[in-house]
């Protein structure tokens, strides 16, 4: 298993590099965003804010392994990752408020505070401290991805005055690194875990010098800021709802995300469990997934520029995620269990999750109003977050107990609704001018959803 993840990797950053550099080729207006003063800035704000995404991959690769490594049952480890989820759905949605309220600045601080001592609490073989470790995390994990972009877009706007379009340009390639940095920090695990020998605990531990680092820059470079206005939150989200109960389009995007999403979600918690059987280079087995999700961003361009509609490629998307839940039903059978075919199977996952996170961002940029984006993106992820604990929750069941089948099984079920919400949307949106565009720009945060 360790060879043919090994020589998979390889040939699989080959092909990823010639389909980037290729995708590269088809973006136009290369020249837009090249002021002198816009590009300091912006290695500014990456130079925390990609260290802060690489000290938060370090910590993807061996979360399971480590539970497992402490004695911990599959149902356990489930409860562990429950948590860690519904942390970051219910605190979630405040941290945005926080943020605008008592200061950006100082919440990031807050950030590289509280998610070095979720790593340190993984020292711990007390499952109870862990899981106030995996809430801490989901705290931090919350401001990570509300905190430091709105300090970005404050800082762009008001006090440099850029060009508003130019934002998207930074959190077009904050996605692109975040991607690389992703692969970097699953061959990074394995070196220290395996490579070293210092088990699955080593990668928490290197995460927090990064962490260390991100928040002495943030103390002595960045600036202070706050929303001009004070945020009604009851207001805000009652607002929100009432725009995905009275406009199909939108309800018919938070479907179909609840429902891809989900399974995004599970599989973070099921890839590492079907696949050790095989005892394979976990961190190698990461950075490979990675590696498909970038490949799957560069087809995705590719083909957009090729004029193929957004809404096809969600479509496209989503079937790929249907034959690869099918495929890992059967390679999953334990009286023919192949652990080769289920790890080639969450490949072509990853690959349509590269193809469905540009082809969601660029859909929900365009149809859910600027006004009330802030709620309405609470509101899908009430859902969302909802799917992926109760079928976590469903480890405690016998029939789900000695074999993952049936996960991979609901997992089908929910990508064949999302299947159908997507149809319909095409139908509901096919005069939508809109979306006829030949363009799309990742967000930042997309990525990082993935795992």
Request: proline share 3%; hydrophobic share 50%; glycine share 6%.
């Amino acid at each position: 298993m360790l060879l043919i993840t090994s020589v998979l990797f390889v040939a699989l950053a080959v092909l990823c590099v010639i389909l980037q550099f290729w995708a590269h080729r088809t973006r136009k207006d290369e020249s837009v965003g090249n002021n002198p003063q816009f590009l300091k800035f912006q290695r500014g704000y990456y130079l925390v804010y990609l260290v802060a995404m690489f000290a938060d991959w370090l910590q993807g690769p061996y979360l399971y392994k480590l539970y497992s490594y402490y004695g911990f049952q599959e149902e356990q480890i489930a409860v562990l990752y429950v948590f860690g989820f519904a942390s970051t759905v219910i605190l979630g949605s405040w941290t945005p408020v926080a943020a605008d309220q008592f200061g950006r600045k100082k919440l990031c601080v807050v950030f590289t505070v509280t998610y070095s001592l979720s790593c340190l609490l993984k020292l711990s073989r007390s499952y109870m401290i862990l899981i106030i470790g995996r809430i801490v995390g989901g705290v931090a994990t919350s401001v990570l991805f509300s905190a430091f972009e709105a300090w970005y877009v404050h800082e762009h706007l008001e006090t440099h005055d850029f060009p508003k379009e130019w934002i998207s340009l930074t959190f077009a390639k904050a996605s692109f690194w975040n991607g690389i940095l992703a692969m970097t920090a699953g061959i990074t695990t394995n070196i220290v875990s395996e490579w070293f020998g210092l088990g699955p605990v080593a990668p928490y531990m290197l995460a927090v010098p990064f962490l260390i680092f991100v928040g002495i820059i943030i103390s002595t470079h960045w600036n202070e800021n706050y929303s001009g206005h004070k945020v009604k939150f009851r207001k805000v989200c009652g607002e929100g709802l009432k725009s995905i109960v009275t406009n199909e389009k939108i309800f018919m995007i938070g479907a179909i995300e609840a429902l891809f999403e989900s399974v995004i979600y599970i599989i973070i918690f099921l890839w590492t469990p079907v696949l050790d059987t095989g005892h394979p280079s976990l961190g190698l087995t990461f950075s490979s997934f990675m590696v498909c999700i970038l490949i799957g961003q560069a087809v995705n361009q590719i083909l957009i520029s090729r004029n193929i509609p957004v809404t096809t490629m969600l479509i496209a998307a989503t079937i790929i995620g249907i034959t690869s839940m099918s495929v890992c039903v059967v390679s999953t059978h334990p009286e023919q269990r192949n652990v080769t075919v289920t790890y080639l199977a969450l490949l072509l996952f990853e690959f349509g999750v590269g193809i469905y996170f540009p082809s969601m961002g660029f859909l929900r940029n365009h149809i859910i109003p600027d006004s009330h984006r802030y709620s309405i993106m609470n509101w899908f992820r009430i859902p969302l977050n909802l799917i992926s604990c109760v079928v976590l929750m469903l480890l405690h069941e016998d029939v789900f107990r000695h074999g993952n089948r049936m996960i991979f099984v609901i997992c089908i079920v929910l990508l064949s609704l999302g299947l159908l919400c997507g149809m319909r949307f095409v139908k509901i949106a096919k005069d939508d001018e809109n979306l006829k565009q030949d363009t799309i720009l990742t967000e930042s945060e997309h990525i990082h959803n993935i795992f």
